[in-house]
């Protein structure tokens, strides 16, 4: 258990609709990352939060946003869903941007 | 920018025998650290050991070493007395060092490559 808590483990969503995901780090970390799986593009890197703040945007699409909270838990919405957003999103977390980064277990999202 | 290559998509190894991962990578930065992450078929990625591009010394966790060869840029991962459990993805990252702003924590990843452990 890496600590990182993700939900929902899987989410089902027709395309054109809005979902969000979420994710707690774990106790003490202050960074947060989203990562992308897909089969065509690999593991991608989104965007980072630190503290609250943005400090890096990866291949984040316009209709993907995300936002880290005071309690330092992060959300990532993705909004007028596509067939080619079905992926696997990851959170992963650091103690401090220079530290390893742990991942969650993932949230799988289906569009039909 | 920099980009990771896992030029092998699918290795196997008979069980308590050793497998050698490859990778290479290419930056221009001097300051960075490279990781191996495994990924098992219930999809958790697991980190199994980094290496810090300053340190000459290859890192070792138990049955995982790697080969750093910085010159070459190439970071391999050797597995020894491989286990049924070792079957997963494992993936190749790199990281710059540095807190500079601009995202230099952000990891880059290989396409991975797919390790079979047969009995």
């Known amino acids: 258990d890496s600590g990182v808590t993700q939900t929902p483990k899987h989410l089902i969503t027709a395309t054109g609709q809005r979902v969000t995901l979420r994710c707690s780090p774990r106790?003490?970390?202050?960074?947060v990352y989203w990562y992308q799986q897909s089969l065509d593009q690999g593991l991608q890197f989104l965007i980072q939060?630190?503290?609250?703040?943005?400090?890096a945007k990866g291949n984040i699409l316009e209709r993907f946003s995300a936002q880290q909270f005071p309690d330092l838990h992060s959300e990532l919405n993705l909004s007028s869903l596509e067939l080619g957003d079905s992926a696997l999103y990851f959170c992963?977390?650091?103690?401090?941007?220079?530290?390893?980064?742990?991942f969650g277990d993932g949230t799988r999202l289906s569009i039909l | 920018a920099q980009t990771v290559t896992q030029s092998q998509p699918e290795m196997s190894v008979q069980e308590a025998e050793t497998v050698t991962l490859s990778c290479t990578y290419d930056?221009?930065?001097?300051?960075?650290?490279l990781f191996w992450y495994k990924q098992p078929p219930s999809r958790q990625m697991i980190l199994v050991i980094r290496?810090?591009?300053?340190?000459?010394q290859n890192a070792t966790e138990n049955r995982f070493s790697v080969n750093f060869q910085k010159a070459a840029k190439s970071f391999s991962l050797k597995i020894s007395d491989s286990q049924l459990g070792d079957a997963a993805m494992y993936f190749c990252?790199?990281?710059?060092?540095?807190?500079?702003?601009?995202?230099?924590?952000?990891?880059?990843f290989g396409k991975g490559t797919k390790l079979t452990v047969n009995p």
């Open positions: 290496q810090e591009a300053y340190k000459q």
């Open positions: 990252a790199y990281r710059r060092g540095g807190l500079d702003q601009g995202g230099s924590e952000k990891l880059v």
């Open positions: 930056t221009s930065e001097s300051d960075y650290y």
């Open positions: 939060y630190y503290n609250g703040e943005e400090r």
């Open positions: 106790s003490g970390d202050l960074s």
């Open positions: 992963a977390s650091s103690a401090h941007p220079n530290q390893p980064q742990h």
